[in-house]
């Protein structure tokens, strides 16, 4: 005798402990929400809640590698760097973004305990993959000097040729000064940092994306 088996469908009704919480209505209150995603980067941009997969090891490596060229500054200021592994909150959105590398003071600002806020930092890095172009060549610039933040460096392997770009002076929203070297050139990060970067430093990262199947 054959016995039928049927599919039990999952009970998503709210249960008494849940049923009076209000759901999410923003972005950030949906960041706010999520439970621990390992292996996972959340963050907020332009309104949407995005969740990506970490870096390969190519691009860890390109964030350390200069998080120690920049080790002079560090130890010899009150400074502290950060390699894709803390959240920072943008000042007047409130929203999360979580940048390649943060260089902030000791004593930055918090929102929470866990986010550094925008106003307080002295520089961010993306290094842009081929899933983040768009928003780190297009949204991400004007997010941070929103926010304030005064430098921004973009590393970008993925364009031919493949280029380092110091934006500064954030204005309204935008930065209005641009320097772009194609990669291995030396590039002069300004004010605050005031550092002049070997960029031949991401010349690893160069060489994976480069070789990365399309």
């Given at each position: ?8 469908h ?10 009076s ?44 590698l ?27 959105s ?72 110091v ?48």
């Open positions: 005798m054959e016995t039928a088996l049927r599919r039990r999952a009970d998503l009704r709210p249960s008494p402990e849940t049923a919480r209000r759901l999410p209505h923003t972005p950030r209150e949906l960041f706010d929400a999520l439970p621990s995603l390992p292996g996972l980067r959340a963050e907020v941009i332009d309104g949407r809640l995005v969740v990506s997969p970490l870096g390969t090891p190519e691009y860890a490596r390109a964030a350390m200069l998080s120690l060229r920049l080790s002079p500054l560090i130890t010899d200021g009150d400074l502290e760097a950060y390699t894709s592994n803390v959240a920072v909150c943008v000042d007047g409130y929203d999360p973004v979580v940048p390649d590398f943060v260089l902030a003071r000791t004593d930055c600002p918090r929102w929470g305990a866990r986010e550094l806020l925008s106003s307080g930092l002295l520089m961010v890095a993306e290094i842009v993959s081929p899933g983040s172009v768009t928003d780190d060549r297009d949204r991400k610039p004007d997010i941070y000097a929103s926010g304030g933040v005064p430098v921004m460096l973009l590393v970008d392997p993925v364009a031919t040729p493949a280029t380092v770009t934006l500064s002076d954030p204005k309204e929203g935008a930065y209005r000064t641009s320097t772009r070297v194609e990669m291995g050139s030396h590039l002069h990060i300004p004010e605050p940092v005031d550092f002049t970067l070997d960029t031949s430093i991401f010349a690893n990262i160069q060489d994976a994306t480069s070789t990365t199947p399309a």
